[in-house]
């Protein structure tokens, strides 16, 4: 008698919930850990923000904020691990809300979900390819010279070619075969742990000299330039770094579809890749901050690095105080840029399934369109180059703005953990009885987490809407709270007048019923 092979657990549970299996599942827990942590990634949040951090309340905030955000952020992703066990769909946070929220709310809390995730998530590539370009900006700078020495430095046209540039590459290498994006985030992990450990304990040996650990760990400090005066909002500033750092860690249930026993292994991935970047990301920080030659020479405009860039002037200091050179200062620039390059790749690949996901259920216009998957690769190939258009969109602002990095950031942060909320809230509220759990379960202590869980998202959402320089002029303002009110009052209004009346989240695509919700 033949003998059929055991279904995957993840696919059996999938079924159950009314979905065939479309996409290929062969992602194994070591590919889905490296996707999810080039998501995140040990320098992409870090890097771009660190210098206005330190600048707002000293290298005493900035240490220290990162333990504390790394702690409020463990919450968030235990809660998320629950879930995902319990769901392990594409659609991952939008298929959760749907689900957790019941009948009665379940359209309009995917529905909410679905787009701030997908915001997040279409943002997020735009940081990438905007903090990439001005690592590379900064790269280019050292190679011919430095500021000081006539180096080029990138105008903002180039500067928007390369944005643009840098998007398209990643849209088109998302039209490969799944196999060849797993190989390059297999790459990216190595990269960045490998990379990381060298930058990690070269720089401070390079350097010609290190603050003390007084300087770093108790020093408290507030820039003019920032024309913030209260001490306590300082701090709340200087935390943004890493709290635009520590997200993305849903990327591994973007991927459930294709992965094996993804019940069990998208909680660990999501766990294990928090925790990763938890302890890295910190020695990361220690690492620049000891670093530091001279605090104020960081921000000069007529440095090396025409102030643009802490890291790189950082970075420039050591290497060229030690061997007279930037040589070593480009290579580990460029360690650095593969990073941000990696991280952008995966970001996109997460936008894309998001995308899919909705329009297989009918959540986005011409969703027809952007939920085919191609014929011979097997990847939603339509859905990428939706999001690549709209990330191109949001970058044409760097012509004219300065504070484009800025909102770009806050609408990723406060979309993408926004969408966090929505399913975490509807777990936290609905009836214990209606929870089917996964292999990884908390019991009763699911509710207090995700309690701490979900006020440590509103904290963070609303930080990111308060200016960051003082007084507010056109050239300093945050208009991400203006950006997010106008996209979100439009999906509202789309909600009220039409949505309610046919989307209803999650649509089975499987005839009959295979199991209980």
């Given at each position: 008698?033949?003998?059929h092979?055991?279904?995957?657990?993840?696919?059996?549970?999938?079924n159950?919930?009314?979905?065939?299996?479309?996409?290929?599942?062969?992602?194994?827990?070591?590919?889905?850990l490296?996707?999810?942590?080039?998501?995140?990634?040990?320098?992409?949040?870090?890097?771009?923000?660190?210098?206005?951090?330190l600048?707002?309340?000293?290298?005493?905030?900035?240490?220290?904020?990162?333990?504390?955000?790394?702690f409020?952020?463990?919450?968030?992703?235990?809660a998320?691990?629950?879930?995902?066990s319990?769901?392990?769909?594409?659609g991952?946070?939008y298929?959760?809300?749907?689900?957790?929220?019941g009948p009665?709310?379940g359209?309009?809390?995917?529905w909410c979900?679905a787009w701030?995730?997908?915001?997040?998530?279409?943002?997020?590539?735009?940081?990438?390819?905007?903090?990439?370009?001005?690592?590379?900006?900064s790269?280019?700078?050292?190679?011919?010279?430095?500021?000081?020495?006539?180096?080029y430095?990138?105008?903002?046209w180039?500067?928007?070619?390369?944005?643009?540039?840098?998007?398209?590459?990643w849209?088109?290498?998302?039209?490969f075969?799944?196999e060849?994006?797993?190989?390059?985030d297999?790459?990216?992990?190595?990269?960045?742990?490998?990379?990381?450990?060298?930058i990690i304990i070269?720089?401070?040996l390079?350097?010609m000299?290190?603050?003390?650990?007084?300087?770093?760990?108790?020093?408290?400090?507030?820039?003019s330039s920032t024309g913030?005066t209260?001490?306590?909002y300082a701090?709340?500033?200087?935390?943004?770094?890493?709290?635009?750092?520590?997200?993305g860690?849903?990327?591994?249930?973007?991927?459930?579809?294709?992965?094996?026993?993804?019940?069990?292994n998208g909680?660990?991935a999501?766990?294990?890749?928090l925790?990763?970047?938890?302890?890295?990301?910190w020695?990361?920080?220690?690492t620049l901050t000891?670093?530091?030659?001279?605090l104020?020479?960081?921000?000069?405009p007529?440095?090396?690095?025409?102030?643009?860039?802490?890291?790189a002037?950082?970075?420039?200091?050591?290497?060229?105080?030690?061997y007279?050179?930037?040589?070593?200062?480009?290579?580990?620039?460029?360690?650095?840029?593969?990073?941000?390059?990696?991280?952008?790749?995966?970001?996109?690949?997460?936008?894309?399934?998001?995308?899919?996901?909705l329009?297989?259920?009918?959540?986005?216009?011409?969703?027809?369109?952007?939920?085919?998957?191609?014929?011979?690769?097997?990847?939603?190939?339509n859905?990428?180059?939706?999001?690549?258009?709209?990330?191109?969109l949001?970058?044409?602002p760097?012509?004219?703005?300065?504070?484009v990095?800025?909102?770009?950031?806050?609408?990723c942060?406060?979309?993408?953990?926004?969408?966090?909320a929505v399913?975490?809230f509807?777990?936290?509220?609905?009836?214990e009885?209606?929870?089917?759990?996964?292999?990884f379960?908390?019991?009763?202590?699911?509710?207090?987490v995700?309690l701490?869980?979900?006020?440590?998202?509103?904290?963070?959402?609303?930080?990111?809407?308060?200016?960051t320089?003082?007084?507010?002029?056109?050239?300093t303002?945050?208009?991400?709270?203006a950006?997010l009110?106008?996209?979100?009052?439009?999906?509202?209004?789309w909600?009220?007048v039409?949505a309610?009346?046919?989307?209803?989240?999650?649509?089975?695509?499987?005839?009959?019923?295979?199991?209980?919700?």
């Open positions: 008698m033949e003998k092979p055991e279904i995957d657990s993840g696919e059996k549970r999938l159950e919930l009314g979905y065939k299996q479309e996409l290929r599942r062969e992602m194994t827990l070591f590919k889905t490296a996707i999810s942590f080039s998501t995140m990634s040990l320098f992409t949040g870090i890097t771009p923000l660190f210098g206005s951090s600048q707002y309340a000293g290298p005493a905030s900035l240490v220290w904020g990162w333990v504390v955000v790394s409020f952020t463990g919450f968030v992703g235990i998320m691990s629950e879930i995902c319990s769901f392990p769909t594409t991952s946070l298929f959760w809300a749907a689900h957790l929220a009665k709310w359209p309009f809390a995917s979900c701030f995730e997908t915001i997040g998530l279409i943002a997020g590539i735009g940081t990438q390819a905007y903090a990439g370009t001005e690592v590379l900006q790269i280019i700078l050292l190679c011919t010279g430095t500021n000081k020495g006539g180096g430095f990138a105008p903002k180039l500067f928007l070619c390369i944005y643009i540039g840098l998007t398209l590459i849209a088109v290498l998302n039209t075969a799944l060849v994006i797993a190989i390059l297999i790459i990216s992990l190595w990269w960045q742990m490998i990379g990381g450990a060298v070269m720089l401070p390079v350097a000299t290190t603050k003390p650990a007084s300087f770093v760990f108790s020093h408290f400090e507030m820039a913030v209260n001490h306590a701090v709340m500033l200087s935390l943004l770094v890493s709290q635009y750092s520590l997200y860690y849903d990327a591994a249930a973007h991927l459930t579809e294709e992965t094996k026993g993804a019940d069990k909680p660990i999501i766990l294990s890749s925790g990763i970047i938890s302890v890295i990301g020695a990361y920080i220690l000891f670093s530091i030659q001279d104020n020479y960081l921000y000069d007529n440095n090396e690095t025409a102030g643009a860039f802490v890291p002037q950082i970075l420039y200091d050591a290497f060229h105080g030690r007279h050179n930037a040589t070593g200062a480009i290579i580990m620039l460029i360690i650095i840029w593969g990073s941000f390059f990696f991280a952008g790749l995966s970001i996109t690949t997460s936008a894309a399934r998001v995308v899919y996901a329009s297989r259920d009918g959540g986005v216009p011409f969703s027809t369109i952007w939920r085919k998957v191609h014929p011979k690769h097997k990847v939603p190939s859905a990428v180059w939706l999001c690549a258009a709209i990330c191109i949001l970058g044409l760097i012509l004219k703005l300065n504070v990095f800025t909102a770009i950031t806050s609408i942060t406060i979309g993408w953990v926004g969408g966090y399913p975490i509807a777990r936290m509220v609905m009836a009885n209606d929870f089917r759990p996964g292999p379960y908390l019991g009763r202590a699911s509710r207090p995700c701490v869980a979900f006020l440590w998202i509103c904290y963070t959402c609303a930080v990111f809407l308060l200016p320089y003082y007084p507010i002029k056109w050239d303002f945050n208009y991400a709270p950006a009110g106008v996209v979100l009052g439009m999906i509202m209004l909600w009220v039409d309610r009346k046919w989307f209803k989240g999650p649509v089975r695509n499987i005839d009959g019923q295979n199991g209980k919700f």
